[in-house]
């Protein structure tokens, strides 16, 4: 099994800026992407960012330019520095790994519990 376990929401004010954490630990052979989600209420679960093991990524567009993702993989930790935070942010940031966790096996997906962002205006 695999555990992802975030860190790094709170509160702030607009303009502001948080640091979010995704530890994955478990079996792990090796981690293709990794990635944060968002569900905010009344809304529908979108997608933020994913990076690739090579270092790809892809942003939603609302966050292009504030956000950004990276990761380490010695530590198998994904990281989302968010800058010039937003109201409209607010929501659960969700992490998700796409794991392989045995040399032999198919890649499939895991999942954290989430952390609460709140951004006041």
């Known amino acids: 099994q695999v555990r992802l376990v975030e860190s790094g929401g709170g509160l702030v004010q607009a303009g502001g800026s948080l640091r979010l954490s995704c530890a994955a630990s478990?079996?792990?052979?090796?981690?293709?992407?990794m990635g944060w989600y968002r569900q905010a209420p009344g809304k529908q679960r979108e997608l933020v960012a994913v990076?690739?093991?090579?270092?790809?990524?892809n942003y939603e567009d609302s966050v292009k330019g504030r956000f950004t993702i990276s990761r380490d993989n010695e530590r198998n930790t994904v990281y989302l520095q968010m800058n010039s935070l937003k109201p409209e942010d607010t929501a659960v940031y969700l992490c998700?790994?796409?794991?392989?966790?045995?040399?032999?096996?198919?890649?499939?997906?895991?999942w954290g519990q989430g952390t609460q962002v709140t951004v006041s205006s």
């Open positions: 990076i690739t093991s090579g270092g790809s990524t």
């Open positions: 478990g079996i792990i052979f090796s981690i293709n992407s």
């Open positions: 998700n790994a796409n794991v392989k966790t045995r040399a032999w096996t198919v890649a499939t997906d895991w």
